[in-house]
């Protein structure tokens, strides 16, 4: 391991590299980018579903984190259907019966006290509506919540029997090391710690 350090404020990055820092490599359309069991997805399955979003979910990040951030929810949406299908015809029916089955059957029903208290504890989003006229859209959105709570359970179990990998990378910083700043350890080393650090 070799550090290097730096001044400005204490922040601690670390990046992998062979030699010294590389770039990640730029993803092509046909690269798998997760397998679900022995069936592959592909980035352009992926980038099908992921740049349909629109950029308002993203709030002022920067695009190739934007980009990732879509692609990996996608990814993850792709993952848990393609689970379900085959969990589905394991069992000899379809994804909506399963689904009906496995997800929709196990949710725990909201009750009006339920519906109260997020109510009461929720005022400012109400904005000033009273609790009659709100009433079924917030059992619609707690129900939601519960769905997606068991949906989540369930393609964690899915995925415990079988093996899923992503090989999704996040958007690597590549960080330039000034030429003079103190340095301990082997340049070639697999792995560098930059540390900025303010010595006040």
Same mark, same amino acid.
């Given at each position: =391991?070799?550090?290097?350090?730096?001044?400005? /404020?204490?922040?601690?990055?670390?990046?992998?590299?062979?030699?010294?820092?590389?770039?990640?490599?730029?993803?092509?359309?046909? $690269?798998?980018?997760?397998?679900?069991?022995?069936?592959?997805?592909? /980035?352009?399955? #992926? $980038? $099908?579903k992921? *740049?349909?979003?629109?950029?308002?979910?993203?709030?002022?990040?920067? *695009?190739?984190? @934007?980009?990732?951030?879509?692609?990996?929810?996608?990814? +993850?949406?792709?993952?848990?259907?393609?689970? =379900? +299908? $085959?969990? @589905?015809?394991?069992?000899?029916?379809?994804?909506?019966?399963?689904?009906?089955?496995?997800?929709?059957?196990?949710?725990? =029903?909201?009750t &009006?006290?339920?519906?109260?208290?997020?109510y009461?504890?929720?005022?400012?989003?109400?904005?000033g509506?009273?609790?009659?006229?709100?009433?079924?859209p917030?059992?619609?959105?707690l129900?939601?919540?519960?769905?997606?709570?068991?949906?989540?359970?369930?393609? &964690?179990? /899915?995925?415990?029997?079988?093996?899923?990998?992503?090989?999704l &990378?996040?958007?690597?910083?590549? #960080?330039? =090391?000034?030429?003079?700043?103190?340095?301990?350890?082997?340049?070639?080393?697999?792995?560098?710690?930059i540390?900025?650090? &303010?010595?006040?």
């Open positions: =391991m070799r550090q290097v350090v730096a001044t400005a /404020l204490l922040v601690l990055l670390t990046a992998c590299s062979s030699g010294s820092a590389q770039q990640a490599k730029r993803p092509a359309p046909t $690269d798998v980018v997760a397998t679900v069991g022995s069936t592959p997805i592909t /980035l352009a399955e #992926v $980038d $099908d992921a *740049l349909q979003q629109t950029t308002a979910n993203f709030g002022n990040v920067k *695009l190739s984190q @934007a980009l990732y951030t879509a692609r990996r929810a996608a990814l +993850d949406e792709l993952i848990a259907t393609r689970l =379900m +299908d $085959d969990a @589905a015809k394991a069992q000899g029916i379809d994804r909506t019966t399963l689904i009906e089955k496995e997800i929709t059957s196990k949710i725990p =029903m909201v &009006d006290a339920e519906i109260a208290s997020w009461a504890a929720n005022q400012n989003r109400v904005q509506a009273t609790l009659e006229q709100v009433r079924q917030i059992r619609q959105y129900t939601q919540e519960r769905m997606q709570a068991v949906r989540e359970q369930y393609v &964690d179990s /899915l995925k415990a029997k079988t093996p899923v990998r992503v090989m &990378d996040p958007p690597r910083q590549t #960080v330039k =090391m000034a030429s003079a700043s103190p340095t301990r350890g082997p340049a070639n080393a697999p792995i560098e710690m540390e900025f650090s &303010d010595f006040q």
